[in-house]
T-cell receptor
Framework: DAKTTQPPSMDCAEGRAANLPCNHS???????VYWYRQIHSQGPQYIIH???NNETNEMASLIITEDRKSSTLILPHATLRDTAVYYC?????????????FGQGTILTVHP | DGGITQSPKYLFRKEGQNVTLSCEQN?????MYWYRQDPGQGLRLIYY???????QKGDIAEGYSVSREKKESFPLTVTSAQKNPTAFYLC?????????FGPGTRLTVT
């Protein structure tokens, strides 16, 4: 699974869009990009994943560059409850046991 | 409600004692996982199980043991051989590529 690189921390004003970048320059063709978040002292929560097309669900949008070397998670209208650590993970679809390798993630702080 | 439960939320033990952490899921998922998280760090895989009566070591299995006698249950035992057992322990189950996590158990060993 490719290594991912994220900024250690970001700030966002409540109500504005939060754009969290992730670099995965060594990603291979069959590796998906997954995003999870972890609110303090809770278990991680799945947000979204994609392979090469942009994806959107009720929580967020995922924009993957055409060369797939980087992606951006977008929370369109951030709230205080979105303050959390956000993890970007690349994982091969062929990894049968589904191991997720969590790095240190990005601490997103949403302020009033 | 479907989900994963871990109990207790906080657990305290004396050094040298084995302790078992509970993980139960009613999602009908085949695969289950145990992770450990230390302060300011990401998650590290301890053990995983893809099906009942089968489990495999993850990246940091030393000092831990598991069993998978039922689909719903995947208990983790932290043995006295684990040199730094104090940590936040997370259990997860998987459907497709998505993992669903329990609320975690914070274990403190003194």
């Amino acid at each position: 699974d490719a290594k991912t690189t994220q900024p250690p921390s970001m700030d966002c004003a409540e109500g504005r869009a939060a754009n969290l970048p992730c670099n995965h320059s060594t990603i291979s063709g069959n590796e998906y990009v997954y995003w999870y978040r972890q609110i303090h002292s809770q278990g991680p929560q799945y947000i979204i994943h994609g392979l090469k097309n942009n994806e959107t669900n009720e929580m967020a949008s995922l924009i993957i560059t055409e060369d797939r070397k980087s992606s951006t998670l977008i929370l369109p209208h951030a709230t205080l409850r979105d303050t959390a650590v956000y993890y970007c993970i690349s994982k091969s679809g062929g990894t049968s046991y589904g191991k997720l390798t969590f790095g240190q993630g990005t601490i997103l702080t949403v302020h009033p | 409600d479907g989900g994963i439960t871990q109990s207790p939320k906080y657990l305290f033990r004396k050094e040298g004692q084995n302790v078992t952490l509970s993980c139960e899921q009613n999602l009908n998922h085949d695969a289950m996982y145990w992770y450990r998280q230390d302060p300011g760090q990401g998650l590290r895989l301890i053990y995983y199980s893809q099906i009942v009566n089968d489990f495999q070591k993850g990246d940091i299995a030393e000092g831990y043991s598991v069993s998978r006698e039922k689909k719903e249950s995947f208990p983790l035992t932290v043995t006295s051989a684990q040199k730094n057992p104090t940590a936040f322990y997370l259990c997860a189950s998987r459907l497709g590529g998505e993992q669903y996590f329990g609320p975690g158990t914070r274990l403190t060993v003194t």
